[in-house]
């Protein structure tokens, strides 16, 4: 069984086109999205409580900073990677080693960084 057809992935992407594409091309690759949300309170609720194996964090949400719902998951010892238009540079010093994909991004470069990042937890 690969690392894609047992992970079961938290996104939070607060554009909805972009949730949605986000979505179609996770399913596409053999994930399963346990929940896609758009804001920090939907987000902050699924981290502290989800049952799921790793989440795409989008950095900026309608002008909220993700970083409180990266603190839930490091704290809970769950994997995530950071979606940013602005530069993995714009993540706190703390965050930086942990992986990221610049906006836009194609569904090979989504495939290659998730599974580095299911095999380094795992």
């Given at each position: 069984?690969?690392?894609a057809?047992?992970?079961?992935l938290l996104?939070?992407e ?9 979505e179609d091309m996770?399913t ?5 999205v346990?929940?896609a949300?758009?804001?920090i309170?939907?987000?902050r ?7 799921f ?7 900026n949400l ?14 809970r010892?769950?994997p ?5 238009g ?20 194609q569904?090979e470069r ?5 599974a580095?990042m299911?095999?380094?937890a795992?």
């Amino acid at each position: 069984m690969t690392e894609a057809s047992m992970a079961n992935l938290l996104v939070v992407e607060d554009e909805y086109l972009i949730r949605m594409l986000l979505e179609d091309m996770l399913t596409d690759l053999g994930y399963s999205v346990t929940a896609a949300v758009g804001t920090i309170k939907e987000a902050r609720e699924h981290a502290s409580t989800g049952n799921f194996q790793a989440a795409i964090l989008d950095v900026n949400l309608d002008g909220q900073e993700i970083f409180p719902v990266a603190d839930i998951l490091a704290e809970r010892g769950l994997p995530f990677v950071f979606v940013t238009g602005y530069g993995e540079g714009s993540l706190p010093a703390h965050y930086r080693a942990r992986p990221a994909l610049q906006k836009p991004f194609q569904a090979e470069r989504l495939k290659e960084t998730l599974a580095n990042m299911l095999a380094t937890a795992a």
